[in-house]
């Protein structure tokens, strides 16, 4: 058996046996690769899902709501940066990765291409869009490589507070006056297909997942993940006294769970490709931020760099 053979013999005994591969440990090039990308992603999916809801914090309609929403953003930037951590620990530059993420060779979560049109988008945000990515990252807790799972963590223990903000305030607008209903069931209409998206392809079509399940980057596939999110979403929509959007929903007594129309696919495509409402904005808004926050950067190399010599000539 050659060396590579022997740490390959390994790296897999580790992952059958549930323990963590840690940034120092041997690990196959596409697994680092692999983790790379999603890890990434996921954070640039943080760091731009900001956006959205970022448009509403002038305009939230009393103290309470802008405290709520100023807090939950500042969540997200939390999440953006502990998930960038955890990917450089794999051995790239937060430079190389933000510049991934501008000239587009990164992706981030379709979801957030989607303009926030209303107040209750930032209810229905909280409520599908948080409640979509905890479904995931609940399973993601138990990934195989030790920062990950790490990260995730402590963002669901957020995320959860996320989901309850947003449902609270979808309660108090189903219950309000018929102006206010209407504008819960309308972002409920408009958040809920693509809240469905962000769980990605069928498993048929998943590029990714077979490797990343064998390697238990991944532990539950999208459309088993998606499946739990449908299920339980009904009694919610319930709840709120709202009509579900997918007319052919129906509760399936031999699986055990609710079948649903099929997703538009051509839309997620065309989305996840730079064509969404928002693409253009959301990169130009990043893009522009990063340029403003440039003095930071260099205020911070150059104290470093006064500080190291300041360490040098004690030395001498
Ligand atoms: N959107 O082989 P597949 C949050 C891409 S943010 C865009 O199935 P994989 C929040 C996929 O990347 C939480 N792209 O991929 C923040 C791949 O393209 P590349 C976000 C998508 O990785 C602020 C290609 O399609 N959560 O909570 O096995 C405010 C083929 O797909 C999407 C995460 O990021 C999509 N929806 O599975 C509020 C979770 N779906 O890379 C809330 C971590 C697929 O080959 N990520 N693509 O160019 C994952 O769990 C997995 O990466 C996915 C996709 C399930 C998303």
New binding site residues.
């Given amino acids: 058996m050659s060396s590579e053979e022997k740490l390959m013999e390994n790296f897999m005994r580790k992952i059958e046996a549930e323990e963590k591969i840690e940034p120092k440990d041997w690990m196959p090039k596409a697994y680092r690769k692999n983790l790379i990308?999603?890890i990434s992603?996921?954070g640039h999916?943080?760091i731009i899902?900001?956006q959205p809801?970022g448009n509403w914090l002038t305009r939230a309609p009393s103290l309470r709501r802008k405290a709520v929403l100023l807090s939950k953003v500042q969540d997200?930037a939390g999440?953006g940066l502990y998930l960038y951590s955890a990917t450089e620990t794999l051995g790239i530059s937060r430079a190389e990765l933000i510049a991934a993420l501008q000239d587009g060779s990164a992706?981030?979560?379709?979801?957030f291409n989607y303009p926030t049109q209303t107040w209750a988008d930032v209810g229905a945000?909280g409520w599908l869009?948080?409640g979509a990515?905890i479904v995931?990252?609940i399973s993601?807790q138990r990934t195989s490589y030790g920062p990950y799972a790490r990260a995730m963590v402590r963002i669901c223990k957020e995320?959860s507070f996320?989901v309850r903000q947003g449902y609270e305030m979808m309660i108090a607008l189903a219950q309000g006056s018929p102006a206010q209903k209407a504008l819960a069931q309308d972002a409920l209409n408009r958040f809920y297909w693509p809240a469905l998206?962000?769980?990605?392809?069928h498993d048929s079509e998943?590029?990714?997942?077979a490797r990343?399940m064998q390697w238990k980057i991944?532990r539950e596939t999208?459309d088993d993940l998606r499946q739990k999110f449908v299920d339980q979403t009904v009694a919610q929509i319930e709840f709120l006294g709202l009509q579900h959007p997918d007319a052919d929903i129906k509760w399936n007594e031999e699986t055990g769970h609710y079948d649903g129309g099929e997703l538009d696919w051509d839309e997620f495509y065309s989305v996840?490709n730079g064509n969404g409402h928002c693409n253009r904005q959301r990169i130009e808004h990043h893009v522009a931020a990063h340029e403003e926050g440039a003095w930071v950067r260099e205020a911070m190399q150059a104290y470093r760099e006064k500080q190291r010599n300041k360490a040098h000539k004690q030395a001498a």
């Fill in positions: 990308r999603q992603q996921h999916s943080e899902g900001m809801e997200e999440h992706k981030y979560a379709s979801i945000i869009v948080d990515a995931n990252q993601l995320e996320h998206m962000m769980f990605g392809p998943s590029a990714h997942s990343s991944k999208n996840i």
